[in-house]
């Protein structure tokens, strides 16, 4: 694994011990652990899979446990009201694949990384905050992960906090409004392309 980078915005966790007449896991901490259990095989495999591969094999992970069509809306911003419907899916599949790209490329391989998970869940109005940490060669990163229910049910993830503080969506927000300024959807699908090849050819 690569250092960890804000940019990774990785879903890890581990499931806790069970207790025998324990309760069930809270449904936010059951998606971050199927998509921790998915993240694990692909590092395991992530030399023979190579980076294309590595990020196909995540992708229909990150699928089921981010709203990624809700974070490619926040991240945006107002303008994406104003785009065409074909703008707006462009821009998601995008958005999906530099995400999938991001986690094939600062989680290339294993090495013994463990991935731990807080069973106490926050809840904020109407979302759920659920903390992880990665423990790799001594050093822990804490991540927060913000969730709402979607409208299949599931809780999804729609924001990355690292280290407490720093918001995924912000910063990609920040990242992507120069381009949609400047040149509408077009300038930022691009851009985002450009990003996605960079992750995926270095």
Not at 17 to 41: K, M, R, Y
Not at 50 to 56: H, N, T, Y
Request: charge should be positive; aromatic fraction near 8%.
């Amino acid at each position: 694994m690569k250092p960890f980078a804000f940019a990774a915005a990785v879903a890890l966790a581990a499931a806790p011990a069970a207790a025998i007449h324990a309760q069930a896991a809270d449904p936010g901490v059951t998606q971050i652990q199927a998509l921790d259990a998915s993240l694990l095989e692909m590092m395991k495999q992530g030399k023979s899979l190579g980076a294309e591969g590595r990020a196909r094999k995540i992708t229909p992970a990150l699928e089921q446990a981010y709203d990624l069509p809700t974070m490619t809306r926040i991240a945006v911003g107002l303008k994406w009201a104003g785009l065409a419907p074909a703008d707006q899916t462009a821009l998601i599949q995008a958005f999906t694949r530099m995400t999938a790209a991001n986690y094939a490329h600062n989680f290339d391989s294993y090495s013994g990384e463990r991935f731990e998970v807080d069973p106490t869940v926050q809840t904020r109005g109407p979302d759920k905050l659920v903390r992880a940490h990665i423990v790799s060669g001594g050093k822990t990163t804490d991540l927060t992960y913000r969730m709402r229910q979607a409208s299949d049910g599931r809780w999804k993830i729609f924001d990355v906090y690292y280290n407490g503080s720093i918001s995924e969506l912000t910063t990609r927000r920040s990242d992507f409004s120069a381009a949609i300024d400047s040149g509408g959807a077009p300038a930022l699908l691009k851009k985002i392309q450009a990003l996605t090849d960079k992750l995926l050819n270095s």
